[in-house]
């Protein structure tokens, strides 16, 4: 019998790079990783033509 509490485990993705320039593979994702995003670029593109705010003052 195996171990019911492997199932709760879970596993990154493959990434590329060290440290800060650490990044998950493109090519190892999947629709299983949760990558889908249809409304990405717009949101981008959104958030590009929002005025930029200064940071406020302490």
Known sequence: MTDP???A???APATLGEGCLSRY???ALS???GTE???AADLWQQLQNEPKQ???EK
């Open 9 to 11: 485990t879970s596993t």
């Open 31 to 33: 629709p299983e990783d």
């Open 37 to 39: 995003f249809e409304g």
């Open 5 to 7: 509490l492997d199932k």
């Open 25 to 27: 593979d493109p090519e």
């Open 54 to 56: 200064d940071a406020p």
